[in-house]
């Protein structure tokens, strides 16, 4: 599975941002696909979640009630609707996926097999 992040951007406090994550060579519709971030001078965190065959969803307390995560299996991309965003949500974000995740797994990065290049998004003023 290939992956393309894409939708990054510079945008001020409060603005709404939409990541999408494509992917080439296989279909997600089973996969478990995850955001993850890393902000400047810390390491990559976990942001959300969907899990594949059954689309629960699952995201980082920071981001709960203003991230959505989304998955269109027509487009075979996955979405994250980013509202209300702030400083401390600066940081380069990448998505991944897996085929085999269990719900326990699903915040550990290491248990994703397949990443995606990382897309830039900066909250400034």
């Known amino acids: 599975v290939q992956l393309q992040a894409s939708g990054g951007g510079l945008v001020q406090p409060g603005d709404s941002l939409r990541l999408s994550c494509t992917a080439s060579?296989?279909?997600?519709?089973?996969?478990?696909v995850a955001w993850f971030r890393q902000p400047p001078g810390k390491e990559r965190e976990f942001v959300a979640a969907?899990?594949?065959?059954?689309?629960?969803?699952y995201y980082e307390g920071s981001v709960k009630g203003r991230f959505i995560i989304s998955k269109d299996n027509a487009k075979n991309t996955v979405y994250l609707q980013m509202n209300s965003l702030n400083s401390e949500d600066t940081a380069v974000y990448y998505c991944?996926?897996?085929?085999?995740?269990?719900?326990?797994?699903?915040?550990?990065?290491?248990?994703?097999?397949?990443w995606g290049q990382g897309t830039q998004v900066t909250v400034s003023s």
């Open positions: 991944a996926a897996d085929g085999h995740l269990i719900t326990s797994s699903i915040r550990n990065a290491p248990a994703y097999d397949y």
């Open positions: 060579g296989r279909t997600l519709r089973s996969y478990s």
């Open positions: 969907i899990k594949g065959n059954g689309g629960s969803t």
